[in-house]
Nanobody, 128 residues
Framework: QVHLEESGGGFIQSGGSLSLTCAVS????????MAWFRQAPGKEREFVAA????????YYGEFAKDRFTISRDNIGNTAYLLMNALKDEDTAVYYC?????????????????????WGQGIQVTVSS
């Protein structure tokens, strides 16, 4: 069974930076499109970022452009999300997700595909 485990969340001051890590085990990591989603209380799940298998293409949610960076290490079986210039509205539970069945890497696919595996989520709280 594939297991995803997020780490690196916590409390951060607005304007600061935080790096999230997603450690993947149980399968060949390079098979997966990797993505981050988030969900704030009372809000719908929101796409944050995705990265393809070769790590040469990325997509970002509109709010994440120019502030967040997704990356991956196919040797260490790890995905990352670096968040800069954090705002109060970035407060949410952040989830790491992996998709192995998707055959295309497009913005529509990465935002809507039924990811096969999810982490348990990690809280990020930004305060001013």
């Amino acid at each position: 069974q594939v297991h995803l485990e997020e780490s690196g969340g916590g409390f951060i001051q607005s304007g600061g930076s935080l790096s999230l890590t997603c450690a993947v085990s149980g399968d060949i990591f390079s098979r997966f499109i990797m993505a981050w989603f988030r969900q704030a209380p009372g809000k719908e799940r929101e796409f944050v970022a995705a990265i393809n298998r070769r790590a040469d293409r990325q997509y970002y949610g509109e709010f994440a452009k120019d502030r967040f960076t997704i990356s991956r290490d196919n040797i260490g079986n790890t995905a990352y999300l670096l968040m800069n210039a954090l705002k109060d509205e970035d407060t949410a539970v952040y989830y790491c997700a992996a998709a192995g069945l998707a055959s295309m890497f497009t913005i529509d696919v990465v935002t809507e595909t039924p990811y096969e595996y999810w982490g348990q989520g990690i809280q990020v709280t930004v305060s001013s």
